[in-house]
């Protein structure tokens, strides 16, 4: 009895992180499909193995590592950005799989036999502890928020960006909060798929929600209830089958978009 | 203080050494119609940027009424298919206007039969007028256009410039319009600048093209041809002309 009562608070526990990241990625996923982030996502994502490597050498919450790393990261990126010397693509490259290598190294180098790689490179939802999931919540709630908040001025400034000036929205600060949303995002999304897939979680739903959708909003919305769809779905199968729920969860959200996406591109 | 909406007084942009604007002032006051001219590469779109505060001056002052309410218009507006955006969405972003303003405005900028298609599949033209309606809500005091029918073709561009008239004429705006298409420009009696880096000449055309300096950094056969729009009359073909001025029109 105990141990039923045990399974169903940490099944529910792992349902509910799940979902919470699929809602919000959802929704953001939106504006990395809009404005072509995907890759900046994907390095973002690989960069937060050297905050975990970072958070086991220091002791410190692998969660806000992670989160540090990212956001130092991504302001590293502006500004190299900003110099011209070498394209986007070229530089998200090599931090990308700097971060990620140099992630690798720093784990093994640590030498503690009871971390499991696999865990941060393909999540592992089902041991996310409560801790995890306050980082969730109020992670994903500040993310949520300001979407709602910057919603207009956001769509406003992916349409055009001199438009968007001219009516005085300010780019920069559009622009930071899109990064450090990205960030949050990232950080909040290891335990539930990984660090190699969190960028699926971002674009596959948005991508389906796009041939469903009519209206920026209804996008955004539709993404998020597929991806909680993905995340339930996942978990059956994981359960059922005995699969890693990470790869489960965005092959459910694959599978959706390859349903969806033939039916409606014939009538289109 | 005076009652011009915005001006700039003395604005000078160097970039690599190149005195992209010197000295440049430019008021605009109220029911103002300024067309600013010049060859490629004369700081037009600079002056333009200045002017919105998108580009702080080197130096000079830009100043700006207390709550001047601006209505931009961009060159052209590419809307990707990736976002489902309908055309009535996109003029309600960020925008407050009454249905009956909207209504209006859609009918003086024939927009009205677009308002459900989305962004994405508009033709040049119809983004144009979409972008003028959208300038045009919520009551701007001014109006600024960089180059607006430029992607248009002769006919596009005589239909959207007539538009723009109309609009002007219809309400109590002034309008600031960046423009490439001399032949329109300059059958109009509004008040053109000629901009090249300096202000070289400005007022009404007929005046412009007799002046020393925009017969210099368009041609003779230009300010001749710019002429007749105003003095049919007034043919005297020179074809000895000789110009050594080394402007660059890339």
Same mark, same amino acid.
């Given at each position: 009895m105990d141990l039923l009562i045990e399974f169903d608070s940490f099944l529910l526990r792992s349902l509910f992180a799940g979902m919470a990241v699929a809602l919000v990625a959802g929704v953001l996923g939106c504006f990395v499909v809009w404005r072509r982030m995907a890759y900046f996502g994907d390095s973002l994502a690989h960069s937060a193995l050297l905050g975990v490597a970072l958070g086991l050498l220091w002791g410190i919450d692998i969660n806000l590592s992670t989160l540090l790393l990212c956001s130092l990261f991504a302001i590293l990126l502006v500004w190299l950005q900003q110099r011209r010397l070498l394209a986007t693509d070229t530089l998200l490259g090599i931090m990308a799989h700097g971060a990620l290598s140099l992630g690798m190294v720093a784990i093994s180098l640590l030498n503690k036999p009871s971390f499991d790689i696999n865990r941060y490179l393909f999540g592992d939802i089902l041991t996310v502890s409560s801790n995890d999931l306050l980082w969730i919540v109020v992670g994903g709630a500040a993310v949520l928020a300001t979407l709602a908040l910057c919603w207009s001025s956001l769509v406003l400034m992916t349409l055009h960006e001199d438009l968007a000036k001219a009516e005085s929205v300010n780019i920069l600060l559009m622009q930071i909060l899109l990064m450090t949303m990205m960030t949050v995002v990232v950080a909040i999304s290891i335990r539930v798929v990984g660090i190699l897939l969190i960028t699926s979680l971002l674009i596959i739903p948005a991508a389906t929600a796009r041939l469903l959708a009519n209206s920026p909003e209804r996008m955004a919305i539709i993404s998020a209830l597929l991806g909680m769809v993905s995340v339930i779905l996942g978990l059956l199968f994981s359960l059922w089958l005995d699969t890693p729920t990470g790869p489960s969860i965005v092959a459910s959200a694959t599978l959706l978009f390859a349903l969806i996406a033939p039916v409606l591109l014939r009538k289109h | 203080m005076t009652n011009h909406l915005l001006s700039a007084d003395n604005i000078c942009v160097t970039r690599d050494g190149n005195n #992209? %604007?010197?000295n440049v002032s430019l008021h605009i006051a109220k029911q103002d119609f300024i067309t600013l001219i010049g060859p490629n590469g004369a700081g037009k779109s600079m002056l333009l940027k200045c002017l919105l505060e998108f580009y702080q001056p080197d130096s000079g002052e830009i100043r700006r009424k207390p709550d001047l309410k601006i209505g931009y218009v961009p060159q052209r507006l590419i809307a990707e298919p990736t976002m489902p955006i309908s055309v009535q969405r996109f003029l309600q972003l960020r925008k407050k206007s009454s249905p009956q303003e909207l209504q209006e405005i859609l009918l003086e900028t024939d927009t009205l039969a677009l308002v459900?298609? +989305? %962004? &994405?599949? %508009?033709s040049g033209g119809e983004m144009q007028r979409v972008l003028l309606a959208r300038a045009l809500l919520? &009551? +701007?005091d001014l109006l600024v256009l960089d180059e607006?029918?430029?992607? %248009?073709d002769i006919s596009g561009q005589l239909a959207f410039y007539k538009r723009l008239d109309f609009a002007f004429s219809n309400r109590d705006i002034s309008i600031l319009m960046v423009s490439h298409d001399l032949h329109m420009v300059m059958s109009s009696t509004k008040q053109v600048v000629c901009l090249?880096?300096? #202000?070289c000449c400005s007022g009404k055309p007929e005046v412009i093209t007799k002046d020393p300096e925009f017969i210099s950094l368009f041609g003779e056969d230009m300010a001749k041809m710019m002429s007749v729009y105003h003095h049919s009359h007034d043919h005297q073909h020179d074809h000895s002309h000789n110009h050594n001025h080394q402007h660059n029109h890339g």
């Open positions: - | #992209i %604007l010197d459900n298609k +989305p %962004l &994405s599949v %508009l919520d &009551s +701007p607006p029918a430029q992607n %248009l090249y880096h300096h #202000i």
